[in-house]
């Protein structure tokens, strides 16, 4: 750790007389090793005391620990040292010496805390983690070793075991000494200076002059630490220096301090003279009190006895992370440090409150508060996700069992501040709650609403605030929490909250949440054994209350069903509740049952080596029925509070945080085996919750505002599966309801206050995790289906509940085709009647999209059309005679009817002539059945289908001309008219090409109009059949075309051949060519002109000098259409005059028509 300005205090207090000065630790953690706990903690040089404190082998003798070391090392836990000066008058110098060896602390299990991060520390909202250890979860301790190689923790015992520490020496109640830092490529070896001061066995200062900056110590303080620990025998130990400075006369005790001047003359020269004046002048400060301060005689009775902790860094620290807003792993960093919080707290560590003080001050001081309020945008779910495990802690702060009431009024009185400030976040994100407050909704909190009811909204610091005024006074809660004989076999069931069930055994009533609240707070404060009694008693009353309201239920379920209506009695849902009760109780069950060697409970060597958790049934607690366990208690409140039948909470936050909470909760339930005894917990459960009614989210009848239990229902259907099919597939199908989307939902009952609609009234649900919830239902009907395969009954069901409850055309699609997946595995034949399912589904499909817009519309069909392939001629033969409820009149054309008629799915089918001639009769059906509904988009399709059939065919073409006087573009027809040429239709092709003129309007400038090549080819066709066809069609492209370029190219192609050249049948004919003198020529030699005229003057209108070269070449264009007339030579020069006379004011463009054309 970096030296800071504070350097240790030396003088905390004042010696005039020998002997002072020690420190004391409280006594050892409950569950710990005794005083001095932990395989490595320091002992005294005799055997005996080595023996005492467990560091020697079982069943070898030694002798007994003397009284002296007994005594001191007591007193050197316990007591300042001041206080033992105080109490008596002479200490011999021998009882000094054992309370000054005693001093230091024995435990390196601190030492590592305050020098690593609890890498693997358990998840947080299930308590803290093992204390000992760098890393607590295995799996991430072995992720992570790498990691934790680099930790000051680990780095300090690589030191030690190199021999890098030497010069330790001890005195009184400090320790130095150096440590060399080993060379490394691109640094020098460095020797540090390493002091610290300890007191009460605590380390209460250190200083490093390595200058590195953290929050933990350093590594050189931890390998001077450890030293002290493991080789106490090898460290030289003085007692206070104002012990020995009291022994010296007048002469030893000037050569002493001119020795020392001399020695450090150029560091303490001017220190030295500054005091020697004011010791020589009476009336100085100096001379006002009475002894002197000595840096070694520890700590006064005032000092708090508590770890240093370098507050500064911990708060720099916290504001780094924050300001890098969950970028470069800040929120793991920030992870960790409410980890540590929540290790120092286990440890009964003062420093925990201090810690967490320091980092939610910064928390408020985040400047992106006030900018994320005055914008109106949200925190980010990370972000947030920090603020919930801050509140979380402070709540297990102020429920700390043993503290002190004006520690406790301390937290509420800086609690109380941070909830009154305007940017501090509310508790369910971006809502107020409106919901009342449950917190204290027991006995002793009479009061507790007061405060907190006059805030609209409730911030993330309003449990805690509200948990200060619980107190552990409650005898019963006493009773249940220090003894495991704690019962009462005089049973009335006739009382609402019972203090005993008909077993004898506790109950605790009391709102669950804060019941396991209190769980977590003894799990915190490292009371396991209290926590867990106190959860077993939690859970036996779930247990009987479950059991009280199945009772309920059954005598108003026939009044119920009949109304159709529920009520949900629990307005805060136990899963994604801030506090987190069923995890809290989860957590603490599992871990009494947590099958793991003594170093893991106890103290880790860091060999860094991990193994995978194993659980295991422990022999059954008295509170347990025969045959259960810690573990079958942790599943089955875990299933309880899933299944509860709860209210979506309002606000993206909160419900995101209740899907990530059931899957958090469900995940660590997988990780469990399951065997017998746990299969008849899963059986019990799920006839529960079938049965339970408005109390149950599997119940028959619930609130359509009621979380969803896909997820749920995903996990016990497939964990019941192997061993009770009928209830999973029961279980399943219950869930697979999804009433926030029927209109047709059961409303709340309004005859009864505790109903959800008289807590939300009138108000329509958005519930942002809606995509998610659906995409979860999905999953769970995926689930049945490929669990269902080969069962024709099941999958029926399935189906049905599918068709029923399942709302998301693109989640239905996806069903139909795992069901196809699943259904043509290569491994295995076909299953016909799952692949009737999916055939079934894609219908579905296709009905519920057929009159909205789906970006994946054409795959879908493209996929209904492979899954009837596969099905079978006759799902084809049905699709096609049911287009109309399936598909557009473009889809049954192009795509079904299309792939249908093509020679892979013929072949695919094994079809023999009759069944194709079948097929192509529905195909051919269809086809003029769409052409008449949309002949412009499926005209050319049903002519295409129709083909092989003479009748069908003409149908079609009849279609075409029907609709072609209305309704058809010319590109349309052109398209068709085409067609019909490739076919053999000339004449039909000349028709269509015709009727197409009719539609065509091409004006002056649109010269590259992607009609001018369909007007070319009508042109041709036109005249390749003959001069009458030709004349027939040149007044439709004269009244059409306006265009000069596209009719003067129409009329040089009419004047190369003889019309007819190439007639019907192939005949050629013999003849002259046209005249452009007679019609029809003259006439389209006319209007090219007429449009070169016109467009001649249109262009002169607007044009620019950078257009005169073109406009040129135009004119040159144009003279030759001119020439073309007998004529043209005389109409082509007055044309030019004219243009010179109305144009003379384009001076330079007319001298350049005077060049070309004079």
Not at 418 to 437: A, F, I, R
Not at 749 to 757: E, G, M, V
Request: charged share 20%; proline share 5%.
């Amino acid at each position: 750790m970096a030296e800071r300005g504070q350097l240790p205090h030396p003088a905390k207090r004042l010696c005039c007389r020998p002997g002072y000065g020690s420190g004391c630790r409280p006594g050892q953690r409950a569950g710990g090793s005794g005083p001095g706990g932990g395989a490595l903690c320091a002992g005294p040089s005799s055997a005996a005391a080595a023996a005492a404190l467990g560091l020697l082998p079982l069943g070898k003798t030694q002798s007994p620990e003397s009284l002296l070391d007994i005594a001191a090392r007591k007193v050197a836990e316990k007591w300042p040292f001041q206080r033992v000066e105080e109490r008596f008058e002479r200490i011999p110098e021998p009882v000094q010496r054992r309370i000054v060896y005693w001093s230091f602390p024995r435990s390196e299990r601190e030492i590592c805390m305050y020098s690593s991060f609890n890498t693997g520390a358990e998840d947080p909202a299930a308590g803290p983690g093992g204390a000992a250890a760098p890393g607590g979860a295995m799996d991430a301790a072995a992720a992570a070793a790498a990691d934790e190689n680099r930790l000051p923790f680990r780095r300090g015992i690589a030191l030690l075991d190199g021999g890098c520490v030497d010069n330790v020496l001890q005195v009184g109640f400090h320790l130095s000494g150096t440590v060399t830092e080993p060379a490394m490529q691109s640094e020098p070896e460095t020797v540090c200076n390493v002091a610290i001061s300890f007191d009460r066995c605590k380390i209460t200062s250190v200083t490093c002059s390595c200058g590195n900056k953290d929050i933990f110590y350093c590594a050189h303080v931890v390998a001077l630490s450890l030293y002290r620990i493991r080789k106490p025998d090898q460290v030289k130990l003085h007692l206070p220096i104002s012990e020995t400075l009291f022994q010296m006369n007048r002469d030893q005790l000037q050569k002493f301090v001119q020795y020392l001047i001399t020695v450090h003359h150029t560091e303490v020269l001017p220190t030295a003279q500054k005091l020697a004046d004011e010791i020589l002048s009476q009336n100085s400060e100096i001379n006002q009190v009475h002894g002197a301060p000595d840096p070694t005689a520890g700590a006064s009775i005032d000092d708090e006895n508590c770890w240093h902790l370098d507050e500064e860094q911990v708060q720099e620290q916290v504001k780094l992370f924050l300001s890098q807003g969950g970028y470069h792993g800040s929120g793991k960093q920030l992870n960790l440090l409410f980890a540590k919080v929540r290790e120092m707290l286990k440890m009964r560590d003062s420093n925990g409150a201090r810690m967490l003080t320091l980092i939610t001050e910064q928390f408020m001081a985040d400047p992106r508060l006030s900018l994320w309020r005055q914008q109106g945008t949200t925190m980010t779910d990370k972000y947030r996700q920090l603020w919930d495990e801050l509140g979380a802690l402070w709540m297990c702060i102020v429920l700390n069992p043993h503290c002190k009431l004006e520690q406790k009024s301390s937290w509420l009185k800086q609690l109380k501040k941070w909830n009154s400030v305007d940017v501090c976040p509310w508790e369910d994100g971006n809502h107020g709650n409106e919901l009342p407050n449950l917190t204290n909704a027991l006995p002793q909190g009479a009061n507790a609403n007061q405060d907190s009811s006059n805030r609209p909204h409730r911030t993330v610091f309003t449990r805690a605030i509200e948990a200060c005024d619980l107190h552990w006074q409650d005898s019963h809660l006493q009773h249940i929490i220090s003894s495991d004989l704690y019962t009462n076999y005089c049973y009335h069931d006739d009382t609402e909250n019972l203090l005993f069930d008909s077993q004898g055994w506790p109950l605790w009533h009391e709102h669950v949440p804060t019941a396991c609240a209190r769980v977590d707070a003894l799990r915190s404060h490292g009371y396991p054994r209290e926590a867990l009694r106190l959860a077993i008693a939690i859970v036996n009353t779930l247990r009987k209350q479950q059991q009280k309201q199945l009772e309920m239920f059954r005598a108003q379920k026939k009044d119920l069903l009949h109304r159709g209506v529920t009520s949900i009695t629990n307005l805060e849902g136990w899963v994604g509740h801030p506090l987190d009760p069923i995890g809290t109780l989860f957590g603490s069950l599992m871990e009494a049952c947590r099958v793991d060697d003594d170093s893991f409970h106890g103290f880790s060597d860091f060999t860094g080596k991990t193994k995978p958790l194993e659980y295991q049934h422990l022999p059954a607690h008295k509170f347990l029925e025969e045959g259960e366990s810690y573990l079958t208690l942790a599943v089955e409140v875990a299933l309880i509070g899933l299944g509860q039948q709860r209210i979506m909470p309002d606000g993206l936050y909160a419900q995101e945080k209740v899907c990530r909470n059931e899957e958090q909760l469900i995940s660590k339930l997988q990780e469990i085996e399951l065997d017998d005894t746990l299969v008849k917990i899963f059986r019990k459960q799920a006839v529960f919750l079938l049965e339970g009614g408005p109390y149950s989210g599997l119940g028959e009848v619930i609130h359509r505002e009621s979380v969803p239990m896909h997820t749920f229902a995903k996990y016990l259907f497939t964990s019941l599966l192997p061993h009770d099919a009928e209830l999973a597939y029961k279980t399943a199908l219950r869930a697979m309801r999804l009433l926030v989307l029927e209109s047709t939902a059961p409303s709340g009952d309004l005859s009864r206050p505790h109903h959800i609609a008289s807590v939300v009234p009138n108000r329509y649900p958005r519930w942002f995790t809606l995509s998610h919830i659906e995409s979860q239902q999905c999953e769970l009907a995926s689930t049945m289906l490929t669990a269902a395969k080969g069962d024709v009954r099941r999958l029926e069901t399935v189906l049905e509940s599918i068709q029923k409850n399942i709302h998301s055309s693109s989640h239905i699609f996806k069903l139909a085709q795992d069901a196809f997946k699943i259904a043509t595995l290569m491994d295995s034949l076909p299953d016909i009647t799952l692949l009737k399912v999916s055939l079934e589904l894609g219908l579905q499909v296709m009905r519920m999209t057929l009159s909205t817009l789906n970006w994946r519309r054409r795959e879908m069909v493209r996929w209904l059309v492979t899954c009837a392939t596969e099905v079978g001629v006759y799902a084809l033969d049905s699709i096609m005679q049911n287009w109309f409820t399936l598909f557009t009149p473009t889809e049954a054309t192009s795509i079904v009817a299309t792939t249908v008629m093509s020679n892979s799915t013929i072949v695919r089918l094994h079809l023999d002539c009759h069944q194709q001639e079948k097929l192509a009769g529905s195909a051919r059906t269809l086809a003029l059945q769409c052409a008449m509904k949309d002949p412009q988009n499926c005209a050319l399709s049903a002519l295409t289908l129709c083909e092989k059939d003479h009748i069908a065919f003409e149908t079609a073409y009849q279609i075409v001309l029907d609709a072609a006087t209305a309704g058809m573009s010319y590109s349309q027809l052109f398209t068709i008219a085409r067609y019909m040429e490739h076919r053999g239709y000339p004449m039909r092709a000349y028709k269509l090409a015709t009727l197409a003129m009719t539609h065509l309007n091409l004006s002056y400038n649109q010269d590259t109009h992607p009609a001018i090549n369909d007007v070319l080819w009508a042109c041709a066709l036109s005249h390749s059949l003959g001069k009458n066809e030709l004349a027939a069609i040149i007044p439709l492209v004269v009244k059409s075309v306006k265009c000069a370029t596209v009719l003067s190219d129409i009329l040089r192609r009419c004047t190369l051949t003889t019309p007819g050249m190439v007639g019907l049948h192939g005949r050629r004919n013999s003849g002259k060519l046209m005249s452009l003198d007679k019609a029809p020529l003259r006439q389209l030699l006319d209007a090219t002109i007429g449009a070169y005229i016109n467009t001649t003057h249109s262009r002169l209108t607007h044009i620019s000098p950078r257009h005169y070269s073109e406009f040129i070449e135009f004119l040159s264009k144009a003279r030759e259409t001119f020439l073309m007339a007998h004529d043209g030579h005389i109409q082509f020069t007055q044309f030019i005059d004219n243009l010179k006379q109305i144009y003379k004011g384009k001076k330079k463009l007319m001298m350049l028509v005077r060049e070309r054309f004079g």
